[in-house]
Nanobody, 118 residues
Framework: QVQLVESGGGLVQAGGSLRLSCAAS????????MTWFRQCPGKEREFVAT????????SYADSVNGRFTISRDNTKNTAYLQMNSLKPEDTAVYYC???????????WGQGSQVTVSS
């Protein structure tokens, strides 16, 4: 079965950095668009960043543009989210999502907690 496993979350001070990883199994990774979302307590899940199948195209939410970088390694079936200059408002559970280039359906990871202290 398909599994997405996030790792790399934790507690960091404002201005610090973290790198999240999303390891995929049970699917042909290069056929999937990878996206990071986040959810704060009491709020809806929101888009953070997305990257196409090859890694040649990406886009970001305005709130993280210039601070976060999404990437992928198709040889390792893994997507990454490098987060720099972290702010307390970046505190959330971060989820990775895999959506096929063609067809319907998507898969979600279990989430990784990121906490930024001021």
């Amino acid at each position: 079965q398909v599994q997405l496993v996030e790792s790399g979350g934790g507690l960091v001070q404002a201005g610090g950095s973290l790198r999240l990883s999303c390891a995929a199994s049970g699917l042909i990774f290069s056929r999937y668009i990878m996206t990071w979302f986040r959810q704060c307590p009491g709020k809806e899940r929101e888009f953070v960043a997305t990257i196409n199948w090859s890694g040649g195209s990406s886009s970001y939410a305005d709130s993280v543009n210039g601070r976060f970088t999404i990437s992928r390694d198709n040889t390792k079936n893994t997507a990454y989210l490098q987060m720099n200059s972290l702010k307390p408002e970046d505190t959330a559970v971060y989820y990775c999502n895999a959506r096929p280039r063609v067809g319907v359906g998507a898969y979600w990871g279990q989430g990784s907690q990121v906490t930024v202290s001021s």
